[in-house]
């Protein structure tokens, strides 16, 4: 049975799962799930239409679900937020619901930590294992891929990219995208090197961070050598690792541009 405190209002649209906790002067609005286990804590606003899957929190203060922040929006039913099992979101951090324009959805994966203040706005979509430090900020339409970390007061431009497994360190201000695998800073952002640190925590094996060293270098560092012939020159004389495959797409399939050395 779900435990819901007195005084928390609950819409009579809300669909809750065993074992709900809603803690005291909550106030879930409209057509709101929540999934098996999920704990909602004191003062936080959850709008609907939103889906939260199982064994989820969120802490006091945060206010999930809200009307997307585009002078563009204008109301109506094509607006979602969905929020994978087991993700954190802590006080003060606000979720916007995606847009009839941008595909009417706005996505969280599973597993996600959104620390204090983190804003993510209208139609972003975010992978699983991310966790994203106090106040980093998401314009809207942004991708970020599995188990990337953006670091505190970090803010990303609308429609960047951030790719699986990379790092994104506090304060930076991103404006074109950064590539899987990689660590980039500053503002405006500039790779660095690869996630080292974090690539070994996530178990990608020694041969794939050395293919991974090699095509970092021939990429981002070699003088003379173009983006496009760079990409060539990998495929050429690296092995066809899923992980060198996956980085090469992600460049070709950039929009903003990528972020290069500083």
Known sequence: MEKIHPTAIVSSRAQLGSGVEIGPYVIIEGEVTLGDGTVVDHHATIYGETVIGPGCRIYPYAFVGTDPQDMKYQGGTDSRLEIGAGTRIREYATVSRGTPGGG??????????????????????????????NAATLGGH???????????????????????????????????DVPPYCLAAGAPARLY??????????????????????????????????????IVKVREELPALPEIEHLLEFIEQSSRGICRKP
Do not use: P
Request: contains cysteine; glycine residues 14%; positive net charge.
């Open 193 to 230: 090197s690869l996630n080292l640190v974090g690539l070994k925590r996530q178990g990608y094996g020694e041969e794939t961070i050395a293919a991974l060293k090699k095509a970092f270098r021939l990429l981002f560092r070699t003088d003379g050598l173009n983006l496009k012939d760079a």
């Open 142 to 176: 942004i991708d970020i891929g599995d188990r990337a970390i953006i670091g505190g007061l970090t803010a990303i431009h609308q429609f960047c990219r951030v790719g699986r497994s990379a790092i994104v360190s506090g304060t930076a201000g991103v404006n074109q």
């Open 104 to 133: 009417g959805v706005t996505v969280i994966g599973r597993q996600c930590f959104l620390m204090a203040y983190v804003h993510v706005a209208h139609d972003c979509r975010l992978g699983d294992g991310i966790i994203m430090a």
